[in-house]
């Protein structure tokens, strides 16, 4: 995925940076989520088959081989330039349907940084973390985390190998995913502090926030965004992370049912297609 011309390195107004405050206007909870999104706000076509893979270089772990002026390109200022055009995306979405723009925090910690997470059970240093806090309405990511799942390292079942290679798309896939559960609290889908019931189960918010992320790279493709072999890290991605801990109330789905979920929302290009994991 190429970022070095596209998008700006530093946020706008859309995203709160790392410990500030502010949030969007709460969407009511009644809402569906299909008025969010009108018919032509995304390719509604289904897409040709992803491209053939690219082979990911042994130092892309760290960087992703892009400069900016000559200074490195770090995987903290790729999360960076990710969060920012997933933000803008759907930004305009929220903004067009008549709601306040998205706003959301965020962290990428370096190894060994610690970051304060109400919704983790221990204190520890976020070396291990990929995910979205309602309760602080911030996204956690580790930059080992995302160094690791770049290098297909992260996986949640012994299903054999499939053969594919994981990439920078694997991290962008990562964190439009943690964003898309930004937008679910926004919308009342998750609960956002600890007295709120939850009404769908992990199950079907995990599922609808990987297909939600399909979504964005959707339109991530029709601006050109994309680089060969880019689709196929984000389903090897949903494929590692996928689990077949069906009794765990933590349980984010299957392999194939999050690779299916990520491929809905990417062939369609329609937020409203999505609704389906919630029913």
């Not at 008025?35 to 992703?64: H, K, R, Y």
């Not at 965020?106 to 995910?131: K, L, R, W």
């Amino acid at each position: 995925m190429n970022y070095r011309c596209a998008v700006p390195l530093l946020f706008g107004s859309l995203v709160a940076g790392c410990g500030s405050s502010g949030r969007a206007t709460d969407v009511p909870s009644s809402e569906p989520v299909s008025s969010i999104v009108e018919a032509n706000f995304a390719p509604t076509d289904p897409l040709p088959g992803p491209l053939p893979g690219q082979e990911a270089g042994p130092d892309e772990s760290i960087t992703s081989g892009a400069s900016i002026d000559n200074i490195e390109y770090t995987i903290h200022d790729f999360m960076t330039d990710v969060l920012t055009d997933v933000d803008s995306y759907w930004s305009k979405v929220w903004m067009a349907a008549g709601y306040a723009e998205p706003y959301v925090n965020y962290a990428f910690p370096a190894p060994g940084e610690s970051v304060q997470d109400p919704c983790s059970e221990t204190s520890q240093s976020n070396n291990d973390t990929a995910e979205y806090c309602s309760l602080s309405d911030e996204i956690i990511i580790s930059q080992d985390m995302a160094a690791r799942v770049w290098q297909g390292l992260v996986r949640a079942n012994d299903d054999p190998q499939s053969g594919q290679s994981s990439g920078d798309f694997s991290v962008a896939y990562t964190v439009a995913h943690e964003y898309a559960h930004s937008l679910q609290a926004e919308l009342g889908l998750i609960p956002r502090s600890e007295s709120e019931a939850r009404i769908y189960s992990k199950y079907q918010t995990e599922l609808h926030a990987d297909c939600w992320a399909g979504v964005w790279a959707n339109s991530a493709y029709y601006r050109g965004l994309l680089e060969p072999g880019d689709v196929e890290e984000a389903i090897e991605a949903a494929d590692l992370l996928g689990d077949y801990a069906f009794a765990d109330p933590q349980h984010h789905g299957t392999p194939a049912e999050r690779r299916q979920a990520f491929v809905e929302g990417y062939n369609t290009g329609a937020p409203r297609s999505c609704d389906t994991y919630l029913e």
